[in-house]
């Protein structure tokens, strides 16, 4: 039984296969076409997901889409009268969904009536819910999927039990936990599609002073919330979007409205200093979202009794409110799958259709994020055979299993700043430990020099630490296992000193912590790193400069190459860089090269 997911046509083009009730694969096409949050039609992505499984478009008998037409068809009539511009735009997208048996007839060089697979649609929140969910390690669990605005719904809570997920409720258009962050964050300056999460990163900088005027723009109301729609803009004539084209990142135009600056201020300029208002503004915008959250999730809590919580949709994503949910809700086991944002429905819309359509017992849980590509060894070689590093001077070493990780910990050890590229690509939009970059978090100036040397980033924005699970609550004030860097913990006091460069300025750490069953190779490098230092612990970044996190050898060797990592680790090969007079590694090659047997 192999039923095939595919999130397209809308940001984080998606695909995930699932065969007998098992995960296979899950990949966004942005890893491919190396455009950031890619929408448009995932061949790619799809490509990979039935090369792995090693069937063909013929063999799949199920194809699950996220997206339903019929999904609140009344409010959809209601606002196509309001909005008659929104509403083409949206036939547009839907004629799209419509033609997605031909696009893949024609994709893959086969005969429409070849497909024998049964499509399904599946509305966009159930697909979140069963994201989380059906591969959580929960029987039961109350469920929250919390978003921007798909299916004319952003907002959905359940229960799941067994093979059944029950709703209980829903927010509409126009109300948005999302379209809230989103429109704030774009009045804040950071205009691009994805930029939530560095607002997130400039609350920790700031005090909620405008607190009671958020309380204004974001309303609870009963089990709910509601938007105070004169800050707002998209209820009056829809949000301006692009989510066709995989060749461009996503845009989303203007969301908040005049009366919002003349509440606020002027909005800043993307160019503009960040100056202490914005910061102060951030910590309003997310210390609102926590109260709504915390209440939405604490009223589940009470009504049921359970426990046990899973997250999805974009807002799950905000590891600060995450973390927290322990405490202010009373949550003892909280699950969120890596890809919990748009990506994730692809893989919920396959496990929906496996479950609650087909009714099969649950067999998988997810334990870990690696079900994207993988590269041999002979594969990596070419790579760096293509790309001239046995040729240009660069001091190349390949190392057995047993020696790999000793190296690389010491080259850390002494300030290396390390690119990681090991086994299969994760799935969402963290890297665990297999397309990453390393660093020493003792050293407070390793921040700067990420930010600097390689990420080219805002210097607010913290980096994580991922630390072995069994020291989680050795170094942090809570030890529930965040395997997939979803959550952000308060550091134990005594333990500033040993990750300074990856403490956030509000004394947390959104932690990975890593497990041996899960990520042997990277829990042995740590490991090593742990017995030469004392701190089992390491800076983790995405393998990346202002793009996709790599997925092949040859990206990693690029991106290795144009900054100024020291070292890169690729499967057993070990590289380096010659240091410059100034102390930083090169951008280009000018040492011996050698080989060291296995």
């Given at each position: 039984?192999?039923?095939?997911?595919?999130?397209?046509?809308?940001?984080?083009?998606?695909?995930?296969?699932?065969?007998?009730?098992?995960?296979?694969?899950?990949?966004?096409?942005?890893?491919?076409?190396?455009?950031?949050?890619?929408?448009?039609?995932?061949?790619?992505?799809?490509?990979?997901?039935?090369?792995?499984?090693?069937?063909?478009?013929?063999?799949?008998?199920?194809?699950?889409?996220?997206?339903?037409?019929?999904?609140?068809?009344?409010?959809?009539?209601?606002?196509?009268?309001?909005?008659?511009?929104?509403?083409?735009?949206?036939?547009?997208?839907?004629?799209?969904?419509?033609?997605?048996?031909?696009?893949?007839?024609?994709?893959?060089?086969?005969?429409?009536?070849?497909?024998?697979?049964?499509?399904?649609?599946?509305?966009?929140?159930?697909?979140?819910?069963?994201?989380?969910?059906f591969v959580s390690p929960f029987d039961e669990a109350e469920l929250l999927s919390a978003d921007g605005l798909r299916d004319f719904a952003s907002t959905m809570w359940a229960t799941g039990e067994g093979l059944r997920i029950h709703v209980h409720g829903s927010i509409a258009?126009?109300?948005?936990?999302?379209?809230?962050?989103?429109?704030?964050?774009?009045?804040?300056?950071?205009?691009?599609?994805?930029?939530?999460?560095?607002?997130?990163?400039?609350?920790?900088?700031?005090?909620?002073?405008?607190?009671?005027?958020?309380?204004?723009?974001?309303?609870?109301?009963?089990?709910?919330?509601?938007?105070g729609l004169k800050y707002f803009s998209h209820y009056r004539h829809g949000t301006e979007m692009s989510w066709r084209d995989a060749e461009q990142t996503p845009e989303l135009g203007r969301l908040f409205s005049s009366y919002l600056e003349k509440r606020l201020g002027p909005?800043?300029?993307?160019?503009?200093?960040?100056?202490?208002?914005?910061?102060?503004?951030?910590?309003?915008?997310?210390?609102?979202?926590?109260?709504?959250?915390?209440?939405?999730?604490?009223?589940?809590?009470?009504?049921?009794?359970?426990?046990?919580?899973?997250?999805?949709?974009?807002?799950?994503?905000?590891?600060?409110?995450?973390?927290?949910?322990?405490?202010?809700?009373?949550?003892?086991?909280?699950?969120?799958?890596?890809?919990?944002?748009?990506?994730?429905?692809?893989?919920?819309?396959?496990?929906?259709?496996?479950?609650?359509?087909?009714?099969?017992?649950?067999?998988?849980?997810?334990?870990?994020?690696?079900?994207?590509?993988?590269?041999?060894?002979?594969?990596?070689?070419?790579?760096?055979?293509?790309?001239?590093?046995?040729?240009?001077?660069?001091?190349?070493?390949?190392?057995?299993?047993?020696?790999?990780?000793?190296?690389?910990?010491?080259?850390?050890?002494?300030?290396?700043?390390?690119?990681?590229?090991?086994?299969?690509a994760e799935w969402g939009p963290r890297a665990l430990g297999n397309r990453s970059i390393l660093a020493d978090p003792r050293r407070a100036e390793m921040k700067e020099i990420l930010n600097r040397r390689i990420k080219r980033r805002e210097a607010f924005r913290p980096f994580?630490?991922?630390?072995?699970?069994?020291?989680?609550?050795?170094?942090?004030?809570?030890?529930?296992?965040?395997?997939?860097?979803?959550?952000?913990?308060?550091?134990?006091?005594?333990?500033?000193?040993?990750?300074?460069?990856?403490?956030?300025?509000?004394?947390?750490?959104?932690?990975?912590?890593?497990?041996?069953?899960?990520?042997?190779?990277?829990?042995?490098?740590?490991?090593?790193?742990?017995?030469?230092?004392?701190?089992?612990?390491?800076?983790?970044?995405?393998?990346?400069?202002?793009?996709?996190?790599?997925?092949?050898?040859?990206?990693?060797?690029?991106?290795?190459?144009?900054?100024?990592?020291?070292?890169?680790?690729?499967?057993?090969?070990?590289?380096?860089?010659?240091?410059?007079?100034?102390?930083?590694?090169?951008?280009?090659?000018?040492?011996?090269?050698?080989?060291?047997?296995?």
């Amino acid at each position: 039984m192999n039923i095939l997911g595919i999130n397209a046509y809308h940001a984080n083009a998606s695909a995930a296969l699932v065969s007998d009730g098992q995960l296979v694969a899950a990949v966004e096409e942005e890893r491919f076409n190396r455009v950031m949050y890619a929408a448009g039609f995932p061949v790619s992505a799809i490509r990979y997901c039935l090369k792995t499984a090693g069937i063909t478009l013929n063999e799949v008998d199920h194809i699950a889409i996220p997206r339903s037409p019929w999904a609140r068809m009344g409010t959809k009539l209601v606002y196509a009268l309001r909005m008659p511009g929104f509403t083409r735009e949206r036939i547009k997208v839907l004629s799209s969904f419509a033609g997605i048996p031909e696009t893949l007839a024609e994709a893959f060089d086969t005969d429409l009536k070849g497909i024998r697979a049964q499509f399904h649609r599946v509305e966009h929140h159930r697909a979140h819910l069963a994201s989380a969910f059906f591969v959580s390690p929960f029987d039961e669990a109350e469920l929250l999927s919390a978003d921007g605005l798909r299916d004319f719904a952003s907002t959905m809570w359940a229960t799941g039990e067994g093979l059944r997920i029950h709703v209980h409720g829903s927010i509409a258009f126009p109300h948005s936990l999302g379209i809230y962050y989103t429109a704030l964050t774009q009045y804040l300056g950071f205009l691009k599609f994805g930029d939530e999460y560095k607002v997130m990163g400039l609350s920790a900088f700031g005090d909620p002073v405008y607190l009671d005027e958020f309380r204004r723009i974001l309303v609870g109301e009963g089990k709910g919330f509601r938007l105070g729609l004169k800050y707002f803009s998209h209820y009056r004539h829809g949000t301006e979007m692009s989510w066709r084209d995989a060749e461009q990142t996503p845009e989303l135009g203007r969301l908040f409205s005049s009366y919002l600056e003349k509440r606020l201020g002027p909005s800043r300029p993307a160019e503009a200093p960040v100056e202490q208002k914005h910061k102060d503004i951030a910590a309003s915008l997310q210390a609102r979202l926590e109260e709504v959250l915390f209440q939405l999730v604490t009223e589940q809590r009470e009504r049921s009794g359970r426990k046990a919580l899973c997250l999805a949709g974009g807002v799950a994503l905000n590891c600060v409110a995450n973390g927290k949910l322990f405490d202010q809700a009373s949550f003892d086991q909280i699950f969120v799958q890596p890809a919990a944002g748009d990506a994730g429905l692809a893989l919920g819309a396959a496990f929906h259709v496996y479950h609650e359509i087909l009714g099969h017992p649950r067999r998988f849980q997810m334990r870990h994020a690696y079900w994207g590509p993988e590269y041999s060894a002979a594969q990596i070689r070419t790579a760096m055979e293509e790309k001239r590093i046995f040729k240009d001077g660069l001091d190349t070493s390949e190392l057995s299993d047993e020696k790999i990780a000793h190296a690389t910990a010491q080259y850390i050890s002494e300030g290396d700043v390390v690119g990681w590229f090991s086994g299969r690509a994760e799935w969402g939009p963290r890297a665990l430990g297999n397309r990453s970059i390393l660093a020493d978090p003792r050293r407070a100036e390793m921040k700067e020099i990420l930010n600097r040397r390689i990420k080219r980033r805002e210097a607010f924005r913290p980096f994580a630490p991922s630390v072995l699970a069994g020291s989680t609550g050795e170094f942090f004030k809570q030890s529930h296992p965040s395997p997939f860097m979803t959550f952000a913990y308060p550091l134990r006091q005594e333990k500033r000193n040993a990750l300074l460069a990856a403490t956030h300025v509000d004394g947390t750490c959104r932690l990975q912590t890593v497990d041996r069953d899960a990520n042997p190779r990277f829990w042995r490098l740590i490991s090593e790193f742990g017995r030469l230092t004392g701190i089992p612990a390491l800076i983790n970044t995405s393998f990346n400069d202002n793009e996709p996190i790599v997925c092949a050898p040859g990206e990693a060797i690029d991106c290795f190459l144009r900054t100024h990592m020291d070292t890169l680790v690729m499967g057993n090969y070990i590289v380096r860089k010659p240091r410059a007079a100034d102390g930083e590694r090169s951008t280009t090659g000018s040492t011996r090269v050698s080989e060291v047997s296995r």
